[in-house]
Nanobody, 118 residues
């Protein structure tokens, strides 16, 4: 069974930084696009950032210039470095893995809470 385990969430003051990590197991990590979504209370789950198998990255407009995403294929991990955090970044952050061929394989982690105080 595929597992995505997030870590690194917590409470931080506005302007601070956090680094989220996601460790993947039981998947061929190198063929998956990896990413992060977030969901604030009462809102839908939204894309934060993705990184594909070539290292191409994509970011939500709201986090461009503040967040970076990276992957370590040797360790089967994907990281989200979050700088200049704002209270509106408060949400549960979910790691995901996606592989598309003639079908879609997609997996989610359990989520990690990020709270940014003003």
């Amino acid at each position: 069974q595929v597992q995505l385990v997030e870590s690194g969430g917590g409470l931080v003051q506005s302007g601070g930084s956090l680094r989220l990590s996601c460790a993947a197991s039981r998947i061929i990590f190198t063929i998956y696009t990896m990413g992060w979504y977030r969901q604030a209370p009462g809102k839908q789950r939204d894309l934060v950032a993705t990184i594909d198998t070539s290292g191409y990255t994509n970011f939500a407009e709201s986090v461009k210039g503040r967040f970076t995403i990276s992957r370590d294929n040797a360790k089967n991990t994907v990281n989200l470095q979050m700088n200049s955090l704002k209270p509106e970044d408060t949400a549960v952050y979910y790691c995901y893995a996606r592989y598309v061929t003639n079908m879609v394989k997609q997996y989610w982690g359990q989520g990690t809470q990020v709270t940014v105080s003003s």
